[in-house]
C-alpha cells in the first residue's frame, strides 16, 4: 500500500512569507503528526490530528497551524516566515491501536532565505 | 513532561564487534517505548517496540522500568546498520504524540 506522502519535497521562501506542507496519511490511518528535524534540536513535536480535530500541540508560536480534513489528510501553516524556521517538517500516520508504529513520510525540506 | 535522552551522538564500532545504543527516559506514568532508525537518504522507519519484544535485524531492546532505561543492542555490528538511531516515547492515554531523544549516529567500520 502506498505510504505517507508529503508535498512539495523542497521550498525555498523569503523571510516574512508564508507557507503550506501538505500530508496524505495511509489509507485508514486517521491520526496524523508533524514534527520540525533540524541538525541543533532534533526531531521536535509540532501538532497531532484525529478525526479533523487537534489533540495536542507542541511548544512552537502560533505562527505554525494546522488542519486535518475529512479524508485525513493534513496540511500545516506557517506564517511570517523566519531564518530559524528552516528545516524538514516530518509528518507520520498511525492507526489508532496500542504499540501501533508511526509511519512517516520523507518530509519537506523547508529552506528561508 | 516526558524526556528521552541519548547520551552519545555518534559511536564507531568495528564490524563484528557488539552494539549498544543507550536511552533513558523520564515519564511518571507508563510509556511506550520505541527505536527508529534512518538509513542514509531514507525516511525515518521503526526498528523495535518494547511491546512486541522482537528482534529485528539482529537488534534487541529490553525496557527496564527501574532504571528508566531502553538501550538497543547487538552482538555483532554489520556495515549496513551504520545509520542514525532515534528513540522514541509515546504516553499512550490518548495521544500519539512520540517524543525523541537527539539521535545517536552508528558508524560501523570495516
Known amino acids: 500500500k502506498a505510504g505517507v506522502t508529503q508535498t512539495p519535497r523542497y521550498l525555498i521562501k523569503t523571510r516574512g512569507q508564508q507557507v503550506t506542507l501538505s500530508c496524505s496519511p495511509i489509507s485508514g490511518h486517521r491520526s496524523v503528526s508533524w514534527y520540525q528535524q533540524t541538525p541543533g534540536q532534533g526531531l521536535q513535536f509540532l501538532f497531532e490530528?484525529?478525526?479533523?480535530?487537534?489533540?495536542n500541540k507542541g511548544n512552537f508560536p502560533g505562527r505554525f497551524s494546522g488542519r486535518q480534513f475529512s479524508n485525513s489528510r493534513s496540511e500545516m501553516n506557517v506564517s511570517t516566515l523566519e531564518l530559524g524556521d528552516s528545516a524538514l517538517y516530518l509528518c507520520?500516520?498511525?492507526?489508532?491501536?496500542?504499540?501501533?508504529?508511526?509511519?512517516f513520510g520523507q518530509g519537506t525540506r523547508l529552506t528561508v532565505v | 513532561a516526558q524526556r528521552v535522552t541519548q547520551p552519545e551522538k555518534l559511536l564507531s564500532v568495528f564490524k563484528g564487534a557488539p552494539v549498544e545504543l543507550k536511552c533513558n527516559y523520564s515519564y511518571s506514568g507508563s510509556p511506550e517505548l520505541f527505536w527508529y532508525v534512518q538509513y542514509s537518504r531514507q525516511r525515518l522507519q521503526l526498528l523495535l517496540r518494547h511491546i512486541s519484544r522482537e528482534s529485528i535485524k539482529g537488534f534487541t531492546a529490553d525496557l527496564n522500568k527501574g532504571e528508566t532505561s531502553f538501550h538497543l543492542k547487538k552482538p555483532f555490528a554489520q556495515e549496513e546498520d551504520s545509520a542514525m538511531y532515534y528513540c522514541a516515547l509515546r504516553r499512550g492515554a490518548g495521544s500519539y504524540q512520540l517524543t525523541f531523544g537527539k539521535g545517536t549516529k552508528l558508524s560501523v567500520i570495516p
Open positions: 490530528y484525529f478525526s479533523e480535530t487537534q489533540r
Open positions: 507520520a500516520s498511525s492507526l489508532e491501536v496500542v504499540g501501533t508504529e508511526a509511519f
